[in-house]
T-cell receptor, first 114, second 110 residues
Framework: NAGVTQTPKFRVLKTGQSMTLLCAQDMNHEYMYWYRQDPGMGLRLIHYSVGEGTTAKGEVPDGYNVSRLKKQNFLLGLESAAPSQTSVYFCASSAIRGVADTQYFGPGTRLTVL | RKEVEQDPGPFNVPEGATVAFNCTYSNSASQSFFWYRQDCRKEPKLLMS???SGNEDGRFTAQLNRASQYISLLIRDSKLSDSATYLCVVNNNQGGKLIFGQGTELSVKP
């Protein structure tokens, strides 16, 4: 049981390049989330999904797109990377909606945009 | 004003010390509260939920004061392995979204 996995673990991009971050969970969770973490800012929600085929914007969605074609996968895309998107990206998942549901996080992707 | 605010620290304490972290939240409609722990360059992991009646898990005690919109975490008999960043987290029951504080860094020294 791997929990939540993320690929890649590290990536360096040049400004303007595109990439996709993959998140996969094997816990049959309905909810999935993408966060970014920057020094002094805490984790900020980029996009989230409440089920297969659905996505919604979080706190900082600009410059990112997402897709949830399969329940177990949640993809985060950067169409034209900018240095401001240098960050650590965490994916998380949680079970059927409950106010107190725990979110389980993946190990993170460290992205640098030059 | 940030929705969830914490003292960023760092807190540098000797082994065996008792240390307390505080957190305030701005949305009075917030419904559930948590403390997460994050080790250096790792993912956050749930430490404990916080209930109105207060709750304890071994050396860790969490308290919630809804009237003051205040959450606390007390760590007794600190261990070297407690060194980490502690994140105060609030769920406003909006699609299961969590609001994270910026974290309080704890360093326990021998």
């Amino acid at each position: 049981n791997a929990g939540v996995t993320q690929t890649p673990k590290f990536r360096v991009l040049k400004t303007g390049q595109s990439m996709t971050l993959l998140c996969a969970q094997d816990m049959n969770h309905e909810y999935m989330y993408w966060y970014r973490q920057d020094p002094g800012m805490g984790l900020r929600l980029i996009h989230y999904s409440v089920g297969e085929g659905t996505t919604a914007k979080g706190e900082v969605p600009d410059g990112y797109n997402v897709s949830r074609l399969k329940k177990q996968n949640f993809l985060l895309g950067l169409e034209s990377a900018a240095p401001s998107q240098t960050s650590v990206y965490f994916c998380a998942s949680s079970a059927i909606r409950g106010v107190a549901d725990t979110q389980y996080f993946g190990p993170g992707t460290r992205l640098t945009v030059l | 004003r940030k929705e969830v605010e914490q003292d960023p620290g760092p807190f540098n304490v000797p082994e065996g010390a008792t240390v307390a972290f505080n957190c305030t939240y701005s949305n009075s409609a917030s419904q559930s509260f948590f403390w997460y722990r994050q080790d250096c360059r790792k993912e956050p992991k749930l430490l404990m939920s916080v209930y109105s009646s207060g709750n304890e898990d071994g050396r860790f005690t969490a308290q919630l004061n809804r009237a003051s919109q205040y959450i606390s975490l007390l760590i007794r008999d600190s261990k070297l392995s407690d060194s980490a960043t502690y994140l105060c987290v609030v769920n406003n029951n909006q699609g299961g979204k969590l609001i994270f504080g910026q974290g309080t860094e704890l360093s326990v020294k021998p």
